[in-house]
């Protein structure tokens, strides 16, 4: 589903870059993201000493905090807003292809979870330019630090993102930058980890001392919260960009009551699998994996006839956080969404378009048993009929395994065996829709 931290694109949302970035409300805390410039006088130069200086601190006491040993120093600088627009622009377009960015962009279209207009490229630039207020480099192993944000009240932020260079350090943050694509529920779940134990390690370093967080958020009051386009970013962007951090910090905090740091440590050796298990941490300690699902590739079925132009440009595994997000879009019930969402057991979708621009999607979900997957295939029957308004059921209406619509974007189909689900969202005509469910088996 959405693999919010990176490159690959998940079934409706593609990565967000390699720099590991300090977003919104970390701990109960806000950060502050406005480009104005700072009224003091100090030179570039003075800033920047400041910073290396107050580097060579926080990551002092945040190695004390999270035992983790320093095994070498930090660079540390500043960076304007130029500075760091131009490194989301590098990274974003060095770990995302335009394919990739147009799969994305596309499903989260055909899942009705962005507007018609919807740019994920452009988006997703004016967002992250807006939210950097830090970020660590694990490619330079350098950390940078907004320009714009008094160095004295931004520590939590520095502890944060120093936390990370640690993390480089001992676990070799490099490895996450080449994640197997297709697979991005487990990419986002490794990232729960990377930013929940940051995130709670600045949490820790905060509560060490109080008068932090009243400079923290003294310095948020005056250079002002920026968030107009986290703000105006569709949901599922949104909450999927914010999940490492708040369920990742709720994941880690358990496995820190639990084992201390150590265990903390140790699950970047036994990395969590999927977002199942950051949500439901007995999962992770039952080292409960997630089946592994697989589609054929329907292109052939598609180009039956006279159109010959279908082709697969996305695939990727939802996952339990994908399947609420997609759910509650339209349900906008979050405890149905969520019930319906768990038992979730393995799943696999993919994207398909025209020539014409017109989509296919197909899901194919697994669950852990049998009144689980009733519940989601009810559900999502449910959200089918929100999300087409002109929706026309077809078929048996007493048919208890299988529903069909016919919309203005295609026919629908979804259906249940036991606890296997299937989903076809855009078949172009009748013949096509059973040439495809034959397909998938």
């Given at each position: ?137 694990p490619k330079t192993q350098q950390f940078h630090l907004a320009d714009w944000i008094d160095v004295d009240g931004q520590k939590p932020i520095m ?283």
């Open positions: 589903m959405l693999q919010a931290v990176r490159r690959h694109p998940s079934c409706f949302l593609s990565g967000l870059l390699s720099v590991l970035v300090f977003i919104a409300p970390l701990a109960s805390i806000s950060t502050a993201q406005a480009p104005a410039q700072s009224s003091s006088t100090t030179s570039a130069a003075a800033r920047n000493a400041a910073v290396i200086a107050a580097t060579q601190e926080v990551l002092k006491e945040t190695s004390e905090l999270r035992q983790l040993t320093i095994l070498r120093p930090v660079q540390s600088s500043t960076q304007s807003k130029t500075e760091i627009e131009r490194a989301v622009i590098k990274n974003l377009d060095e770990e995302t292809s335009p394919a990739d960015l147009h799969g994305s962009e596309m499903m989260l279209k055909k899942l009705g979870l962005a507007p018609p207009d919807f740019q994920y490229r452009a988006l997703m630039i004016r967002l992250l330019t807006e939210q950097v207020a830090g970020y660590y480099e502890a944060h993102e120093l936390t990370h260079a640690l993390q480089d350090q001992h676990f070799n943050l490099r490895r996450f930058e080449d994640w197997p694509k297709g697979d991005s529920d487990a990419e986002l779940a490794a990232h729960a980890l990377i930013e929940g134990d940051a995130t709670l390690a600045m949490a820790l370093y905060v509560a060490s001392n109080p008068f932090r967080a009243l400079a923290f958020l003294k310095s948020m009051g005056a250079t002002g919260i920026a968030t107009e386009e986290l703000d105006k970013a569709p949901r599922a962007l949104r909450e999927t960009l914010l999940f490492p951090y708040q369920e990742g910090m709720n994941w880690t905090r358990v496995l820190y009551k639990n084992g201390g740091w150590k265990q903390v440590s140790d699950a970047f050796t036994t990395l969590p699998q999927s977002t199942e298990q950051i949500l439901h941490t007995d999962k992770y300690f039952a080292h409960e994996a997630p089946v592994k699902i697989t589609l054929p590739d329907l292109t052939s079925s598609l180009n039956r006839r006279r159109e010959r132009s279908w082709k697969r440009i996305a695939t990727d595994v939802n996952g339990e956080w994908g399947a609420y997000l997609i759910l509650d879009q339209f349900l906008k019930a979050p405890a149905e969404s969520r019930r319906a969402a768990a038992g979730w057991g393995g799943d696999r979708c993919a994207l398909y378009e025209n020539g014409k621009g017109a989509l296919v999607y197909v899901s194919v979900s697994t669950w852990d048993t049998p009144n689980d997957a009733r519940e989601f295939f009810t559900a999502y029957v449910k959200r089918t009929q929100l999300r087409y308004p002109d929706a026309a059921s077809v078929g048996a209406p007493t048919d208890d395994s299988s529903k069909h619509f016919r919309t203005s974007e295609g026919l629908v189909s979804i259906a249940i065996n036991g606890l296997r689900v299937v989903i076809l969202e855009g078949a172009p005509d009748d013949a096509i829709l059973r040439s495809l469910l034959k397909a998938l088996g």
